[in-house]
């Protein structure tokens, strides 16, 4: 797609982000994006990701790549299960999702949800969910912004 169509200087028309599934040469470009925020490198963690969505190459594609001139600029790794915590119903679960900092505040983001959404809704999955750290604040308003709310569950944890 052309990058001509600015809808304001720096941001990007969501239809002019190239938004594909993710494959396993996507790996490094992942790796160097999520290092980038977070600040310190997690190459095992998403290389257990990419083995996990690509061993069930028979279910779902649900993980995607944003690419600005052919460079991949952003990610979102989602999973569809059929049934989780006690529930029958299908639900998608937003995994990890990094746009590189160069990129942001240009839709980024917004492209990759509304491909993720797309795809949930032909495959008639009626939820999606995630988790974000409560300080995570750029990436809460982000999820509100887009129809994110409070779930009516807890998340429990305890340390060991």
Known sequence: MSMDTPLEAGVLDTDAIDVRALTEADLAAV???DEASMG???????RAKFHEAHEEASGPRTSLVAEVDGHAVGFL???VYFGEFGHAEPVAVIDSVGVDPRYRGRHIGQALLRQLLMNLQALR???VRTE?????LDLLHFLQHNGFGPAPRFCLERTL
């Open 40 to 46: 310190r490198p997690r190459e095992e963690y998403y």
């Open 132 to 136: 974000v750290d409560w300080t995570q």
């Open 77 to 79: 790794l989602a999973k």
């Open 31 to 33: 790796v160097k994006i």
């Open 125 to 127: 999955i009626e939820c």
